[in-house]
């Protein structure tokens, strides 16, 4: 259980039940939390009740279509704004933002304006048409956060969101990775568009299952493959397959089998991948690889950390979530 310090300074269990209200006619669960005082009885103090009351409209809001406080708030602290300067950048009351991150629920028409504020496309304009609103240094600041932003999304491609909460992986070694990702470079690339870079060649390759462990842990927390990712001078490669498929050097790499007991959902993952990274050329992979912290912080040589992959690629793709 939860411990929980009341007004007197006493620690308790927070406990928590469901319970089950009618509001303007839709029926609404949230949770309650509570705790037992010295008497026995159930007690929310004032902390304690007003999160409840952001809970119970939180869940209003969700049955309704509407962002969450809690959806509210991470659109705007990802541009580092406060509630007063978020509200004049959306053109809407000062205490306005103050009111939805908390009981308040806001109209459709403000929804949608929050929703495409969380594009940083939107969001500069939003500021450049707001300019005067803002002191100089905060609009500096805030222009910044923005353009780095942009540079995220650009890394972001694949839909994290498609994949299943239920994923369950089971790290492989690193061969099986390649043979799934040959055959479905063949039948999704080289088979489909005859006028993109169909070869796959060892360096793209490289960057491919380079993008496999970067989404496989992003998904689930756990490794595609148990082999090292190296720092090299023209970005993360896994030496084993190096030295096996550089006998290509710019040619095609041909197909593969798919090992029968290669897990389902590295297979669905390794297809996303394909689907996105693949499109681009090698040059473009080179770009994004060189671009992007893990190669960037990674001496020369050394092996560029799974948690450093994993933190980078949690920030992108957490940055760039579409509120619909």
């Not at 962002?67 to 950048?89: M, T, V, W």
């Not at 992979?285 to 190669?295: N, S, V």
């Amino acid at each position: 259980m939860e411990k929980y310090i009341d007004v007197e300074g006493k620690e308790r269990e927070l406990l928590v039940e469901t319970t089950s209200t009618t509001y303007k006619g839709v029926s609404v669960e949230a949770p309650e939390l509570y705790y037992i005082d010295d008497y026995g009885d159930k007690v929310a103090d004032a902390k304690l009740s007003s999160i409840n009351d952001i809970n119970f409209y939180d869940e209003f809001k969700k049955k309704k279509g509407l962002l969450s406080s809690k959806e509210i708030i991470k659109i705007r602290e990802k541009y580092n704004l406060n509630q007063g300067e978020f509200a004049d950048l959306l053109g809407v009351g000062k205490i306005t933002i103050h009111r939805y991150e908390h009981t308040q629920v806001q109209t459709e028409a403000v929804d949608s304006m929050i929703r495409i504020a969380n594009d940083p496309d939107v969001m500069y304009y939003m500021l450049v048409t707001n300019k005067d609103k803002l002191s100089s240094k905060k609009y500096d600041e805030t222009l910044e956060i923005i353009q780095k932003l942009k540079n995220e999304d650009s890394h972001s491609l694949v839909d994290i969101n498609r994949f299943e909460n239920s994923f369950r992986i089971k790290t492989t070694d690193v061969d099986k990775v390649v043979n799934t990702l040959r055959n479905k470079y063949h039948s999704i690339i080289i088979n489909s568009n005859d006028e993109m870079e169909n070869d796959l060649s060892p360096i793209k390759l490289l960057k491919l299952i380079y993008y496999v462990q970067a989404i496989t842990l992003k998904k689930t927390g756990k490794k595609a493959y148990n082999e090292d990712i190296e720092a090299w001078k023209h970005g993360p490669v896994v030496k084993e397959v190096y030295e096996k498929y550089k006998k290509y050097k710019s040619s095609g790499i041909p197909s593969a089998a798919i090992d029968k007991d290669m897990p389902k959902d590295l297979i669905v993952i390794i297809e996303e991948v394909v689907k996105t990274y693949g499109m681009l050329s090698t040059n473009k992979l080179i770009q994004l690889t060189h671009d992007e912290d893990p190669w960037k912080n990674t001496k020369e040589g050394d092996v560029i950390t799974p948690e450093s992959i994993k933190e980078y690629f949690d920030k992108i793709y957490d940055h760039s979530i579409k509120y619909r």
